[in-house]
């Protein structure tokens, strides 16, 4: 099993910029993507940002042009910048591993699903 270790959330008036940080403790490998979530008001969670395994990503309209999802390889630390940061970004912040399963080498690795804990974002107006 995966961990994930979220930092970063906090409180910030709004306009301030925020970074998140999600560190894995392995990340295998077989092809994967890493998102970050928010609870938002409905059921289940919304997706902020996802980067996949060839570094392609794709935003939430709601955050298009003022977060950036990257990850750091090196360290297997997700990121989440956020700038321009608004009341309605309040939210709780959960990262997101899923890796496919794989054959690799004669190997076959299952598939594999983390949740971080959640970090707090709250902005005020």
């Known amino acids: 099993q995966v961990h994930l270790a979220e930092s970063g959330g906090g409180s910030v008036q709004a306009g301030e910029s925020l970074t998140l940080s999600c560190a894995a403790s392995?990340?295998?490998?077989?092809?994967?993507?890493m998102s970050w979530y928010r609870r938002a008001q409905g059921p289940g969670r919304e997706i902020v940002a996802r980067?996949?395994?060839?570094?392609?990503?794709t935003y939430a309209d709601a955050v298009q042009g003022r977060f950036t999802i990257s990850l750091n390889n090196a360290n297997n630390t997700l990121s989440l910048h956020m700038n321009s940061l608004r009341p309605d970004d309040t939210d709780i912040y959960y990262c997101?591993?899923?890796?496919?399963?794989?054959?690799?080498?004669?190997?076959?690795?299952?598939?594999?699903?983390?949740w971080g804990q959640g970090t707090q974002v709250t902005v005020s107006s």
């Open positions: 997101h591993l899923n890796q496919h399963g794989c054959n690799e080498g004669g190997t076959y690795y299952s598939a594999i699903s983390s």
């Open positions: 392995v990340i295998g490998v077989c092809p994967y993507d």
């Open positions: 980067i996949d395994s060839n570094g392609r990503t």
